[in-house]
């Protein structure tokens, strides 16, 4: 016998809808907080019980509710937010469908009281699995409290799919975290089991930054601030000395919403390739701001994921504004402090501390051939500055330590460089510039070299060969397994042609030249870079080392190298001083 169709029941549904919205604690948590920040709360108070399984209570001072109201908030599909679709299309609250508020009433025991200002007392009404009681007299302040018991306690099948106490409420904090950081105007407070566990006063941006993800990141941290058009992106992001394995420090908002959407990943991610490791992870709280209409939030069920209207521009304008931010000159490297190890002098260096970005300076193609010759001639005395003349950023030069530092005195103290890393990200820098400008000179060998290769490589070249010249190499096949190199990128004259064009080879045997040239084109100028690059334990004379200061301090995210390490540290004189305790 065919089943008949019949509609469900308004509870059962709710339960259902409750499957999508609540998923867990941390949902519903998320849920209330953001009522109350639509409700234009500047306090808002959250107490947690067993993660969150317990109880979970949000106690707010927003706009409250009047007694008529009470019942529908607990209905599906009632709110206040929107009332036609054109609202729907220019969203500019947090929430709008509502349908939190019911679903949790479906599967939980829930309590709600409020009170608006034009009301002598607050009025309440609880619900326990979906049935409502009478809406009666209650005392509190202007605002709402909402409590929330015994989640799922008529579902006993979805809670066994929840954890432990600790990890439901490692979520519940999270999501605090992250309305927080979208709300620093407003005063909060978390506890747990009775216990506060997080104040935050109301502060700028920057300050509940600081107070959300701690100093550290706040001073590893260039500030982000870019207009184009109606899109603005403003907040902080850490320089790859902060990096981390994990994405626990990536937050990203849309219009004060929290997302985590695919294309805004991708393009932060991107501003990111020139100076992160690519086995770590960068780490940001940045906010993007639009037009309600430009972008749609009803797109998921959890209001994590948007579409934009024109995803190629924003795409665009993010990675753009985060790789010019990013883009700072060596100059803006912070002093790195001398600290004293317990039980001795022995310095130790901590993270170092980033200011925010500033103009960044270029370093042209005759700047950068002017650079490699010079670390091509016999060592030379430095030149004496004038008395009067003003010192360069970095200072000049002192000294080569182990043959891999570069020793600097500038007028704030001592510069401590990696050679190898800070002449790598010069050489990168430059390579990329050459290649966008067509102009990348080239270095016949005297003698070309042969290497053997693989029969698919050779043919790749054969099709292909010719692509390669635009980045300075000219690569002849010679037979299906052997291939001649003739000519290299002049950069990179002095390093080891067979090596060279063994990374290159590798490169087009996994990814064809093609490929190679357009989507892994700054990964194959990053490795070549490596080869160019000065390498240790070779003797650098003081003209050699001015001139990779001055390259450095001309060049853009010079203060890391290729692969996100830092290049350089600062001491500044009172450092040292303390250190070796002079004036006690």
Known sequence: MTPRIRVLPDLLISQIAAGEVVERPASALKELLENSLDAGARHIDVRLEEGGMGLIRVEDDGCGMGPEDLPLALARHATSKIGSLDDLERVASLGFRGEALASMAAVARLRLASRTRSESHAWELACEGGRLGEVRPSALECGSVVSVAELFFNTPARRKFLRSAATEYGHCAEVWRRLALASPQVRWTLSHNQRVQARHAPADAAGRIAQVLGEDFAAAAVAVDARAGALHLHGLAALPAYARSGREAQYAFVNGR????????????????????????????????????????????????????????????????????????????????????????????????????????????????????????????????????????????????????????????????????????????????????????????????????????????????????AIGFDLSVLSPTAVAVRTVPALLKDADPVALARDVLREVGVYGVSRLLEERRNELLATLACHGAVRANRRLSLAEMNALLRAMEATERAGQCNHGRPTWFEWPLAELDKLFRRGE
């Open 258 to 469: 929290y997302v985590r959407d695919k294309l805004v990943s991708h393009a932060l991610r991107e501003a990111y390739r020139d100076i992160l490791h690519h086995d770590r992870q960068p780490a940001y709280v940045l906010f993007l701001e639009l037009p309600a209409e430009a972008v749609d939030v009803n797109v998921h069920p959890a209001k994590t994921e948007v579409r934009f209207r024109d995803a190629h521009a924003v795409h665009q304008f993010l990675y753009h504004a985060l790789e010019r931010a990013l883009g700072g000159t060596a100059a803006q490297q912070p002093a790195a402090r001398l600290e004293t190890a317990p039980g001795g002098v022995s310095p130790r260096v901590p993270a170092p501390q980033y200011p925010a970005a500033q103009q960044s300076m270029r370093l042209d193609a005759a700047q950068g051939l002017a650079f490699y010759a010079a670390l091509a001639q016999p060592p030379a005395a430095a030149p004496a500055p004038a008395a009067d003349a003003e010192v360069p950023p970095l200072g000049y030069a002192l000294g080569q330590l182990h043959g891999i530092y570069v020793l600097a005195q500038n007028a704030r103290g001592l510069v401590l460089v990696d050679m190898h890393a800070a002449h790598e990200r010069v050489v990168y820098e430059e390579l990329k510039r050459a290649l966008e400008a067509r102009t990348v000179p080239t270095q016949a060998l005297l003698i070309p070299v042969t290497l053997s290769v693989a029969e698919a490589q050779s043919a790749l070249l054969e099709e292909e060969g010719d692509k390669l010249r």
